[in-house]
Structure formats: C-alpha cells, structure tokens
C-alpha cells in the first residue's frame, strides 16, 4: 500500500505562483512513476505533469514554460512549481503513483485562479 499526502494550493490571482508537494509513504523500495493531474466538474481527469518510469518528464501543452515538476526520490517526494498561473488552471489537483502494479492517488488540492 502507498499513501499519498498533498499540500500546497489555495487561491491565488492571476500570474501568480503556488506550490504543490506529495510525499509517498508506505512499503516502497522506489517509485518511478510520479506525477501530477487535474480535473474539472464535468471533464476527464487530466495530466499535468509527471515523470514516466525512464526518468523523462511530460507536460500538458497548456502549462509547458509555466509548470515545473520535480523530485526527491531518496523522500519519494514529487513537487509541481506552478508560474503564471491562468484562471483555467482553476482545479482540483491529484498527486499519482504507479507502483506495484497499481495506481494511488492523492485526497486532491484545490486551486482557484481568480482575482
């Protein structure tokens, strides 16, 4: 079992920055799929960012230049540096892991872009 703990969010104007963070803990030896989705009312849930199991990292076109995603694999930490943040980036934001086999996800965070 993985358990998933997010932090970060909130609300924020537009051009603004936030941070999210997601620490993995459980029985892991070591996680290489990590990353970071999104979901709307009404619309699938989303890729945001994350890191595929080769090391590469992918990026929803919509936020590639104003997201970064990083990682602490020694913590099992990913974290999402969120830049000039736009009102449709409003969402709720879910951490993911693939790990045995299986995906975990996060309690999800809230983040609204509004002024």
């Known amino acids: 079992q993985v358990q998933l703990v997010e932090s970060g969010g909130g609300l924020v104007q537009p051009g603004g920055s936030l941070r999210l963070s997601c620490a993995a803990s459980?029985?892991?030896?070591?996680?290489?799929?990590m990353g970071w989705y999104r979901q709307v009312p009404g619309k699938e849930r989303e890729l945001v960012a994350g890191?595929?199991?080769?090391?590469?990292?992918n990026y929803a076109d919509s936020v590639k230049g104003r997201f970064t995603i990083s990682r602490d694999s020694s913590k099992n930490t990913v974290s999402l540096q969120m830049d000039s943040l736009k009102p449709e980036d409003t969402a709720v934001y879910y951490c993911?892991?693939?790990?045995?086999?299986?995906?975990?996800w996060g309690q999800g965070t809230q983040v609204t872009v509004s002024s």
């Open positions: 890191f595929t199991s080769d090391g590469r990292t």
């Open positions: 459980g029985n892991i030896f070591s996680i290489n799929r």
């Open positions: 993911h892991v693939f790990y045995g086999f299986r995906d975990y």
